[in-house]
Structures are given as C-alpha cells and as structure tokens.
C-alpha cells in the first residue's frame, strides 16, 4: 500500500487526512462519520474525488458507494477524476469504467431512482412523470381555478406564487402558518384557503401519477420512515457522501439520517460560510449540527489552505466571516501574498460606479487580464442595469447569468411535453400542451379527451377510440399516429425523439416565425437523447437537471471572442475570476432591505458576502456608491436617498482595505469638480447683490 499511496503526496496534511479517514486505520475507526468542512477554494472537489477513489483503490466496491452532488454534471465530473486516480494507481488500462459509480448524481435524480425502485411497497406507480417548477405551477392553477380561487373578489396568491408557499412548507418541513408568517406575510389571511388548494394539488398529481420536484424528497423522507425499508435502502450502500451539504434542507438531513443513523460509512462535505440558499429553504442548521447527532460525534477535518485567492483578499475575506455568531473556527491562508489589498471604492452614484468598472475593465483588459477573467457580481438581476448601459455605450460585450433556461422555451416544452404524454397518458398538463398544438383543438375538446381516457383502463387505446374533435380532421388522426408509433415497443430509443420532432415540425412551422432555428434546438436536443439508455431516463434527468441554456449546448452566446461576466452573487458560487468588482456593497443592497427580518436573514447576507469576495484571485473591488436616484417618489420630493458602507464592514475592519474615492484619476482640482457640478452659484448672486 505504501507505494500506491504515492498518488496522495501532491494532497496538503488537512486534504489527506480527509481522504485517509477509516481507510488507513491509523486516526480513526471506519464506523465514525466524517464532516469536512472545506473552505473557499480549498481543493473540496479533488479531496472528495481522492477519497473516492482511495476507498475504491482499498477494496471498496464502487457499486456499493453512493455520491450526491448538487448537479449531475458535478456528479459527472466527480466521477471521471475517480476514474482517472483509479486507473493511475492500479495500473489497469481497462481500468474503472466512470459509470461503475453507478449510484453518483444529484440527491432528486438518486431519489427518482429510489422511488420507482420501491414504488409497489408505497403505492405508487413506477411509471410515474416527473413535472417541472412551469408544470408544476400549471396544475396548481388548475387546481386553484376548479376550487374557484381565481374568482375571488380579493386578489388570490398567483399560481408561482402558491407553488412556492407549498414547496417551502414541504422542503423545511415546516407548518404552513410558520411559513406564511415568515416568508409570505402578505398570504397569511389566505391560510384556510391555501391548506385546500394544496390539498387539491397533491389528489390531482396522484390522480394523473405525477409527482414534482418537491415530492422527489417528500416520498423518499416518508419511505425511510418504515424502518425495514430504511435499513433496507441504507444496506445497499457501504459509503453514502455528500456534497455541499451545508446547502441541504431539512428533508435532505432527515433522508441521510435515516440512510445511516449511526453514520457508519458517512461523509458531509461543505462551509457553512457559503451557506446562502435559504430561499430554497436550504438551512445551515443541518452542518452546524451535524457532528453532535451521532455518538461519538463525527470526526472534523477542516480544510484552511486556499488555492485561488491572494493572502490579503482572504484576511479580508477572513475578518468579514469572522464576526458571524455561530460558524465553525477556521482561518483561510493561502502561499500567495500581494501588496495589493481590496478596494472600498466609494463613488458619488451608480452612473459612477459604472464608469469606474468600466474604466478598469479595459485597463485590466490592456495589461492581459481578458474580459472572461473579470467579473462583476450583484446581490439581485436590477443592480446591474446602469453597468448594462454604460457597457454597451462602450462597446464592451458581456454576458449575464443566467438568462432564458433551455427547458423553458416553448418548443422544446412542446416536444419534452409529448414524450411525457406518450410516457403517463394521465398527465393531464402535458396533455392539454399537446393537444392543443394541433389546429382546431381548444381547451374544451382536450378536456373531453383527457377526461375519456382517465376513465379508461388503456388511456391509449381509449383516445384512439374517441371520436376526434369536430375541427382537427386528419391532424388529429396523424397525432394518434404518432402516440401508438412512438409507444410501440418495436421503435425504441432515442429514435422515438426522432418520430416526435417529424410530426411536430408542421406545428413549428406554423406557430414559430423563426421555425429554422428552433427546429436547430430540437436537433440539437435529439443529440442529447442519444447520451440516456431510456425515454425514461432521459425525461427524468433532463427534468431535474437542465442545461442553464440553448448556449450551453450550441456554444459561446456571444459573437465575441472574449465578454465580460455580470452575475448575482448567488449564481458566483463555485466560480472564480482574477478581477472581481461587487455592485452596491452598501445597507439595502447587502444586506437586502429585504432580508433584515430575522437575524439569520442577516448572517446569510454577511455570508453572501463573504462568497462574493472569496470568488477574487488577484484584485477585489467593493463598490460603495454614495447615493441612488429612485424613481416611486412624489415629483416634489427628493428623488435620491443616501446610503452607507455595509454593517458587514464596520470601521474595525477597514484596516484590511485600499480606501478609495473616484474619481482620482481626474486633473481637475477640487473646486474646479464642486464648480461643475453646481447648477446654480447661488453664494456668487448673494455677494452680487452688494457690489
């Protein structure tokens, strides 16, 4: 073992201390659970891969190990750098095959599986569909409408609106008043209201056996309750890790828990310091707590050596995270040092702000830094509006994350919505998509036909019986045909997509002006069916992981060779740059003026901070305009309010930062600067007066 342990020696003592523990024997038993706690730019993804890879190279079955991550292409990733450590150290050409971790994806995808696995012991179909967040709120209107809510005399919750009141409740495990007083004040007095229409949701989704993201964890945290099944789940896994878990919700800690109660063979990895999605009723509750819930309590490997950031960025990265109340203890340094400390650059307003990041950018530009290593963050989309204009007057290009999901397009919809049709002839959402794609079908004729076959025992067979709708003609004859073709056993997969995309081109081409290229999307969308074994598969995955974009898929969205990155905070996790500039780092914008109600709103916001200014390889700028021009105020009020440098960094801190008011570059005097900006010398008219 000695000599193969070699491919540990490029990892630091706190990396392979992690990836050892219960494997080498010599610090601690295999039954004691383990919580990393990796910090910004630790090497958290090679340690875990390592530590894959290290059990597997000691005789861990790799079939035997389950791995969730927080996307499947991070499961993806993950397990390739275990095929490659593997395949190094045995000396096996053939080697591990990546798909040998079999049970390695996200914690929906693995609860998928799951649940058709044991579907017949909870009562569910196993050919159930999975309906995206826009089906999900789709049939909650539908829900909200045949309860007569959306007739009501006063304005009743919108559709998203309820789908996120149900999806909190569910996911943090709370009661529904707890929410509503919390997250949805403005819903309270719909509360009997809302319990029905939720009721109603969940009978029409069995009623058409679908289930939506939500339920995905929801039946996994119920079948777990049933201790043979727990133990039963729990026994097919020696090694159950988990990824970012500090970004975990009550359901996901309850599922784990019930996976392995005494941790045996357990492994958490996350920073609760990055802990920053509590609107999705993630809670950083579940890491802090995690080492106290077994006996003996988990081993804590803390992992403190960064790779990305210079020392002075992280001491002021450090200094702002330290004043968090409740955190674990720990000290991010790094071998880079720099002179070079961050900048608090105060400017008059944000039409300032944006010159002075425009300016740098092509500064930073001129000396090699190209515009796809700067970046510039925002705590919510409308800060950067301003910075959009001034960018564009400029003729710096840049893309935005994220913009139009590739999902929510309306032709692929179009197309994902038959396969799942095809798939659960109960899914009524998908149905009525459909159908009412072909000229002379309207809601009402759909309806008649959804309705006939829900009552039938073979829906299939029962639309093919029905009687077509009066207008549709030989185009409903041709929708049947495609239904039974792409049903039939004999077609099989992914030339079923194929089938779908020819019967669904007339349509394109009739309701879509720019047919040609959507119908590129489509194609493009059948090269990514022929990566999944199954429809099944294929629909389930593709549904709970979608790529972000069309320009995921078809390339840079750009005609640029080189564009600047404008991102929220929130989508910067996990990203880095070697310039990074931070929008409106002031009271109101961060923390939000909206997440200040309870003081866990607030430490999130510190630690949205605290990820904004670790993503900074080389120069961090923290933008602290002095005030905003707002635009609801009465016409004879002032039209600006004033704001001040973030709580976040209080005068004990300041130490650690470049002070910088802008403009410095500028020739002009002081007097000269007050001079222009004076409208009226009204003190000139008074001395005037007496001469």
Same mark, same amino acid.
């Given at each position: 073992?000695?000599?193969?342990?070699?491919?540990?020696?490029?990892?630091?003592?706190?990396?392979?201390?992690?990836?050892?523990?219960?494997?080498?024997?010599?610090?601690?038993?295999?039954?004691?659970?383990?919580?990393?706690?990796?910090?910004?730019?630790?090497?958290?993804?090679?340690?875990?891969?390592?530590?894959?890879?290290?059990?597997?190279?000691?005789?861990?079955?790799?079939?035997?190990?389950?791995?969730?991550?927080?996307?499947?292409?991070?499961?993806?990733?993950?397990?390739?750098?275990?095929?490659?450590?593997?395949?190094?150290?045995?000396?096996?050409?053939?080697?591990? %095959? @990546? *798909?040998?971790?079999?049970? =390695?994806?996200?914690?929906h #995808?693995?609860?998928?599986?799951?649940? !058709?696995?044991? +579907?017949?012991?909870?009562?569910?179909?196993?050919?159930?569909?999975?309906?995206?967040?826009?089906? %999900? @709120? *789709?049939?909650?209107?539908? =829900?909200?409408?045949?309860? #007569?809510?959306?007739?009501?005399?006063? !304005?009743?919750? +919108?559709?998203?609106?309820?789908?996120?009141?149900?999806?909190?409740?569910?996911?943090?495990?709370?009661?529904?008043?707890?929410?509503?007083?919390?997250?949805?004040?403005?819903?309270?007095?719909?509360?009997?209201?809302?319990?029905?229409?939720?009721?109603?949701?969940?009978?029409?989704?069995?009623?058409?056996?679908v289930?939506?993201?939500?339920?995905?964890?929801?039946?996994?945290?119920?079948?777990?309750?049933?201790?043979?099944?727990?133990?039963?789940?729990?026994?097919?896994?020696?090694?159950?890790?988990?990824?970012?878990?500090?970004?975990?919700?009550?359901?996901?800690?309850?599922?784990?828990?019930?996976?392995?109660?005494?941790?045996?063979?357990?492994?958490?990895?996350?920073?609760?310091?990055?802990?920053?999605?509590?609107?999705r009723?993630?809670?950083?509750?579940?890491?802090?707590?995690?080492?106290?819930?077994?006996?003996?309590?988990?081993?804590?490997?803390?992992?403190?050596?960064?790779?990305?950031?210079?020392?002075?960025?992280?001491?002021?990265?450090?200094?702002?995270?330290?004043?968090?109340?409740?955190?674990?203890?720990?000290?991010?340094?790094?071998?880079?040092?720099?002179?070079?400390?961050?900048?608090?650059?105060?400017?008059?307003?944000?039409?300032?702000?944006?010159?002075?990041?425009?300016?740098?950018?092509l500064?930073?530009?001129?000396?090699?830094?190209?515009l796809?290593?700067q970046?510039?963050?925002?705590?919510?989309?409308?800060?950067?509006?301003?910075?959009?204009?001034e960018?564009?007057?400029?003729?710096?290009?840049?893309?935005?994350?994220?913009?139009?999901?590739?999902?929510?397009?309306?032709?692929?919809?179009?197309l994902?919505?038959?396969?799942?049709?095809?798939?659960?002839?109960?899914?009524?959402?998908?149905?009525?998509?459909?159908?009412?794609?072909?000229?002379?079908?309207?809601?009402?004729?759909?309806?008649?036909?959804?309705?006939?076959?829900?009552?039938?025992?073979?829906?299939?067979?029962?639309?093919?019986?029905?009687?077509?709708p009066?207008?549709?003609?030989?185009?409903?004859?041709?929708?049947?045909?495609m239904?039974?073709e792409?049903?039939?056993?004999?077609?099989?997969?992914?030339?079923?997509?194929?089938?779908?995309?020819?019967?669904y081109?007339?349509?394109?081409?009739?309701?879509?002006?720019?047919?040609?290229?959507?119908?590129?999307?489509?194609?493009?969308?059948?090269?990514?069916?022929?990566?999944?074994?199954?429809?099944?598969?294929?629909?389930?995955?593709?549904?709970?992981?979608?790529?972000?974009?069309?320009?995921?898929?078809?390339?840079?969205?750009?005609?640029?060779?080189?564009?600047?990155?404008?991102?929220?905070?929130?989508?910067?996790?996990?990203?880095?740059?070697?310039?990074?500039?931070?929008?409106?780092?002031?009271?109101?914008?961060?923390?939000?003026?909206?997440?200040?109600?309870?003081?866990?709103?607030?430490?999130?916001?510190?630690?949205?901070?605290?990820?904004?200014?670790?993503?900074?390889?080389?120069r961090?700028?923290l933008?602290?305009?002095?005030?905003?021009?707002?635009?609801?105020?009465?016409?004879?009020?002032?039209?600006?309010?004033?704001?001040?440098?973030?709580?976040?960094i209080?005068?004990?801190?300041?130490?650690?930062?470049e002070?910088?008011?802008?403009?410095?570059?500028?020739?002009?005097?002081?007097?000269?600067?007050?001079?222009?900006?004076?409208?009226?010398?009204?003190?000139?008219?008074m001395?005037?007066?007496?001469?």
């Amino acid at each position: 073992m000695a000599a193969t342990a070699a491919y540990l020696d490029a990892l630091n003592p706190e990396q392979r201390r992690a990836t050892e523990h219960g494997v080498s024997g010599d610090r601690a038993s295999a039954t004691t659970p383990l919580l990393i706690i990796a910090g910004a730019g630790s090497g958290k993804t090679n340690t875990l891969a390592h530590r894959v890879a290290h059990l597997i190279v000691n005789g861990a079955d790799p079939r035997r190990i389950l791995l969730m991550t927080f996307s499947r292409r991070a499961a993806s990733e993950m397990a390739r750098r275990v095929e490659r450590i593997c395949n190094r150290v045995l000396n096996d050409k053939g080697g591990l %095959s @990546a *798909d040998a971790l079999m049970w =390695a994806g996200t914690f929906h #995808g693995i609860g998928a599986r799951i649940l !058709r696995d044991y +579907a017949e012991q909870m009562g569910l179909d196993p050919a159930f569909t999975i309906h995206d967040r826009e089906d %999900s @709120a *789709d049939l909650m209107n539908l =829900a909200r409408h045949d309860l #007569g809510f959306s007739k009501t005399e006063s !304005r009743f919750p +919108a559709k998203g609106t309820c789908l996120s009141i149900y999806s909190r409740a569910v996911n943090a495990e709370m009661p529904l008043e707890n929410v509503l007083r919390r997250s949805f004040p403005w819903c309270a007095g719909w509360h009997d209201e809302l319990r029905q229409l939720f009721a109603g949701y969940v009978e029409a989704k069995q009623a058409q056996n679908v289930l939506d993201y939500d339920d995905l964890l929801l039946y996994w945290s119920q079948l777990v309750t049933d201790p043979i099944l727990a133990e039963d789940i729990g026994s097919r896994f020696d090694h159950v890790m988990v990824d970012e878990y500090q970004d975990t919700n009550r359901l996901q800690s309850t599922i784990l828990l019930a996976l392995k109660p005494d941790g045996k063979g357990l492994t958490v990895v996350g920073d609760d310091a990055q802990s920053i999605y509590a609107f999705r009723a993630a809670t950083v509750r579940n890491i802090l707590d995690f080492p106290g819930q077994f006996s003996p309590p988990a081993e804590v490997v803390t992992l403190e050596q960064n790779y990305r950031s210079t020392q002075s960025i992280l001491s002021a990265a450090n200094a702002v995270i330290e004043l968090a109340p409740e955190r674990f203890t720990k000290n991010l340094w790094t071998d880079r040092t720099s002179a070079e400390r961050p900048q608090l650059v105060t400017v008059r307003d944000e039409m300032d702000q944006a010159r002075f990041i425009a300016d740098r950018v092509l500064e930073n530009r001129e000396e090699g830094v190209a515009l796809k290593q700067q970046a510039i963050l925002f705590r919510t989309s409308s800060h950067s509006g301003p910075l959009e204009v001034e960018l564009t007057r400029r003729n710096i290009p840049f893309v935005k994350f994220g913009g139009l999901k590739f999902l929510d397009a309306a032709h692929v919809k179009d197309l994902l919505a038959t396969l799942r049709f095809v798939q659960n002839p109960l899914d009524r959402v998908a149905g009525f998509r459909v159908m009412q794609l072909i000229p002379g079908v309207g809601p009402a004729s759909a309806q008649r036909a959804l309705d006939a076959a829900g009552a039938h025992p073979s829906p299939m067979e029962a639309l093919a019986e029905a009687p077509p709708p009066a207008r549709a003609g030989d185009q409903w004859t041709a929708f049947i045909a495609m239904l039974r073709e792409v049903s039939a056993d004999d077609v099989g997969w992914p030339a079923e997509i194929e089938a779908v995309r020819r019967w669904y081109e007339p349509h394109l081409e009739r309701i879509h002006e720019d047919a040609s290229t959507r119908l590129a999307d489509l194609i493009q969308l059948e090269q990514i069916a022929s990566g999944y074994p199954s429809r099944e598969r294929f629909l389930t995955e593709l549904t709970l992981d979608p790529p972000d974009a069309t320009s995921d898929q078809a390339g840079v969205p750009t005609l640029d060779e080189d564009y600047l990155i404008l991102s929220t905070l929130h989508s910067a996790k996990g990203q880095e740059w070697k310039t990074t500039f931070i929008l409106n780092v002031v009271d109101g914008c961060i923390p939000s003026d909206l997440g200040v109600g309870h003081v866990d709103e607030i430490e999130e916001e510190r630690r949205l901070l605290y990820v904004g200014m670790t993503r900074a390889r080389d120069r961090l700028h923290l933008m602290i305009p002095q005030r905003f021009f707002t635009h609801g105020q009465a016409a004879q009020g002032d039209r600006h309010v004033y704001a001040s440098r973030t709580r976040f960094i209080p005068k004990t801190l300041l130490g650690h930062f470049e002070q910088v008011t802008w403009p410095l570059a500028s020739r002009e005097t002081q007097a000269e600067a007050a001079a222009r900006n004076v409208r009226i010398d009204v003190g000139a008219r008074m001395r005037s007066m007496w001469r």
